[in-house]
């Protein structure tokens, strides 16, 4: 996977709203919430151009059974893929445009996810450090994209914790 920063594309958001919308459309009631999380979902900020999407969900043995549905759409089921209780789902392949997160509602996850969001949107500073970072990442990591996030991971873990106590706060 190539490991690319652009900079920040103001028609991210329409992309995930109308893919929020066929989401919706063939998940019906089993997609309670539909968030855009991720370096896409923080106007400014550089990021690899896909955007990452958390679907909570009621039951994960449900979405299971909607494979074929999510094929349909372009997308990849991957499972777990290192995360319990996360559904995977890649759309694109190797040149990956969307990636979806599902959790049942109330996991951890989608707390965090969304409160480093949130943080990183009312935190510029904080907002172009973590740019610097992924742009320098990206320069150094030869598009091997584990080394890419291996170099991003004690960042995140950092601002993550700034965040959810920011957010409890709030």
Known sequence: MRVEIVESNPKWPDEFNF??????????ELALEIHHI???SIPGLAAKPIIDIII???SLSALDQQTSVMNSLGYEAKGEYGIDGRRYFIKGG???SHQIHAFKTGDSNIYRHIAFRDYLQSHPE???????????????????????????????????????????NA
């Not at 150094?140 to 960042?155: A, L, T, W």
């Open 19 to 28: 893919e929020k919308l066929k989401l919706k459309e063939v998940l019906g």
């Open 126 to 168: 904080v907002m172009q450090e973590y740019a610097i970072l992924k742009r320098k990442l990206a320069k150094v990591c030869n598009d091997d994209i584990d080394m890419y996030c291996d170099g991003k991971d004690e960042f995140i873990k950092l601002q993550e914790s700034k965040a959810i106590m920011w957010r409890s």
């Open 94 to 96: 190797s040149d990956r």
């Open 38 to 40: 991720g370096s896409t």
């Open 56 to 58: 909570e969900i009621s």
